[in-house]
């Protein structure tokens, strides 16, 4: 089988061996962390053509300009916001393929934010799987594996020697149920809100022949991954645990440990699963009509784990020392607020991705942490001092 990626630009092939040709691409959401990566390698290993819509640009800005760049002419920025821009339906239709990124995707934002959080996983979704349904546009829509919610196995007795068997807690994309909290648990908005447009696409597929590919990211991580609060984003903002605990390394602090750190968590290195990203664009033939798993079963961790394995390696690649307290616990009440709830523990199944895409990921979990952490202190150390050294205004 060859390599899509393994050729040179000009003599590309897909998986059956077929020679790749250019498409044009609507990526929705390209100014964030996947998009900002995808758009690095469609440019950098591919001759497709991106048109990226986003509110932001700030993580593609170096993909845009200067103008005497080798990919010149092949992206174009479309500062949009899909909840209301009349250009959504042209761009899609001047495109051979919509790839749909755009979401409020941080688990602080679920419960305090429920109702921004279903319109803009949910609503303002429709619109963009419309227009691709009408126009016969195919779709690759990123969906979250946040739709498994909790495992069978984490309502078995603690002591039932039934959790150790997988069946009870690897998740599948055609065969594991979706297990969400009570409504008062408003963690499970964006979940409920990705699993109803998953269903809508599907339905799209079956009864109008509209081509989709949905992706269920299993915790993709590496640089320009959110934001770190009160340098590029705000003081008080809350983004994901690897900026989190970034930011926390970065000023010298505790790692906070949400309800003692207890669940667990599967890493993949965001240049892995861009790999099967790209994969699935290339090979419509054998990506359309699939739900896809990207993660990395094998890199396990606690989120203890991960905080204890992430203090090693910054004090490796920066050269300090661990703060005295290294980590400290808190209460989910205390962190995000009412309505939190977590997923227990995400393994996923990769029998459809590795028979449909001969994909796997690469990268160990202390790998991706050291090139991270690397790019995490190169970007941010010197400004965290300058912020840390700014007096407070009284
Ligand atoms: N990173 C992960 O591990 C992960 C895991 C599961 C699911 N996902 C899904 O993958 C997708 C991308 O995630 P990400 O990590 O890159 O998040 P991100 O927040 O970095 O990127 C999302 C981008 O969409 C843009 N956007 C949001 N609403 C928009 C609107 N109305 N109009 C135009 N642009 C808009 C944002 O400005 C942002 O640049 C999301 O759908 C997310 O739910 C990601
Ligand atoms: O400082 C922190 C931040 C987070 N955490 C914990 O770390 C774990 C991971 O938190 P993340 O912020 O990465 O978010 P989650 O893995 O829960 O959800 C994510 O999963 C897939 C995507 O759809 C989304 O990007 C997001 O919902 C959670 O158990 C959380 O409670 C901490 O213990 N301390």
């Known amino acids: 089988m060859a390599s899509s990626a393994s050729v040179g630009a000009s003599a590309r092939v897909d998986l059956d061996g077929n020679p790749i040709k250019p498409l044009t691409i609507c990526m929705i959401g390209a100014g964030g962390f996947i998009g900002s990566h995808l758009c690095e390698k469609l440019m950098s290993e591919t001759q497709h053509k991106v048109l990226a819509l986003d509110v932001y640009n700030d993580k593609i800005k170096h993909l845009l300009e200067p103008d005497n760049l080798p990919w010149h002419g092949r992206i174009t920025f479309h500062r949009l916001n899909i909840k209301h821009d009349s250009r959504l339906e042209g761009l899609i239709k001047m495109s051979d393929l919509t790839i749909n990124l755009a979401a409020i995707c941080t688990p602080a934002d679920y419960n305090t934010r429920p109702l921004d959080t279903i319109y803009s996983n949910f609503i303002d979704a429709l619109p963009v799987v419309k227009y691709c349904s009408e126009n016969n546009k195919r779709l690759i829509h990123f969906s979250t594996c946040e739709v498994y919610g909790k495992t069978i196995g984490s309502f078995l007795p603690k002591d039932s020697p039934l959790r150790q068997d997988p069946a009870y807690y690897v998740l599948k ?10 409504i008062e648990k408003q963690r499970w908005s964006y979940a409920c809100a990705k699993q109803l447009i998953e269903r809508l696409i599907y339905a799209e597929g079956a009864e109008n022949g509209m081509e989709f590919t949905i992706v269920r990211p299993f915790n993709w991580i590496g640089p320009r991954m959110d934001f770190i609060p009160g340098v590029d984003g705000p003081s008080e903002g809350v983004p994901r645990v690897l900026a989190c605990f970034s930011n926390n390394l970065l000023r010298g602090q505790p790692l906070k440990l949400v309800d003692g750190g207890q669940s667990q968590r599967t890493f993949v290195y965001i240049k892995d699963a861009i790999e099967a990203v790209t994969l699935m664009i290339e090979n419509p033939a054998r990506a359309n009509g699939h739900i896809f798993n990207v993660g ?11 905080a204890e394995m992430m203090i090693k390696v910054y004090s490796k690649v920066s050269g300090e020392q661990p703060p005295e307290t290294p980590t400290i616990d808190v209460s989910s009440k205390e962190f995000y607020g009412e309505g939190y709830d977590d997923s227990d523990k995400r393994i996923p199944d990769m029998t459809t991705i590795n028979r449909q895409l001969g994909w ?3 990268t160990s979990l ?20 300058k912020v840390i050294a700014k007096p407070v205004a009284s």
């Open 173 to 182: 994309e055609d065969e594991s149920p979706c297990i969400f909290g009570s």
């Open 296 to 306: 990395n079963p094998n890199n396990e961790v606690t989120v203890r784990q991960l």
């Open 366 to 385: 202390w790998d991706l942490l050291e090139s991270t952490l690397t790019y995490q202190h190169r970007t941010y150390a010197e400004a965290i001092k």
């Open 360 to 362: 796997n990921p690469k």
